[in-house]
Nanobody
Framework: QVQLVESGGGLVQAGGSLRLSCAAS????????MAWYRQAPGKQRELVAG???????DYADSVKDRFTISRDNTGKTMYLQMNSLKPEDTAVYFC?????????WGKGTLVTVSS
């Protein structure tokens, strides 16, 4: 069983920055890929950014040039550096890791951006 624990959410003013972290509990093995999703109130969950084991990244158009996804050397901790935050970035941010063909999700961390 894999546990994912997100941290780093909080309240920030528009234009500010936050850094989210996601740590995977599975020993010795890094996920095939990891990603950040977000879900705003009344909206569907959407992909924010993803990163493969090899380091390839992908971003939603709405966050390109503002957010940066990365992983540590073990491949089991993922980060999301969020700059120039906007009120529309307010959401619960979820971490996802893929081991083989199975998706694992964290419980989410709330990011609130005030105008």
């Amino acid at each position: 069983q894999v546990q994912l624990v997100e941290s780093g959410g909080g309240l920030v003013q528009a234009g500010g920055s936050l850094r989210l972290s996601c740590a995977a509990s599975r020993n010795y093995v890094s996920p095939n890929s990891m990603a950040w999703y977000r879900q705003a109130p009344g909206k569907q969950r959407e992909l924010v950014a993803g990163i493969t084991r090899g380091g390839s990244t992908d971003y939603a158009d709405s966050v390109k040039d503002r957010f940066t996804i990365s992983r540590d050397n073990t491949g089991k901790t993922m980060y999301l550096q969020m700059n120039s935050l906007k009120p529309e970035d307010t959401a619960v941010y979820f971490c996802k890791a893929i081991y083989g063909g199975t998706d694992y999700w964290g419980k989410g961390t709330l990011v609130t951006v005030s105008s």
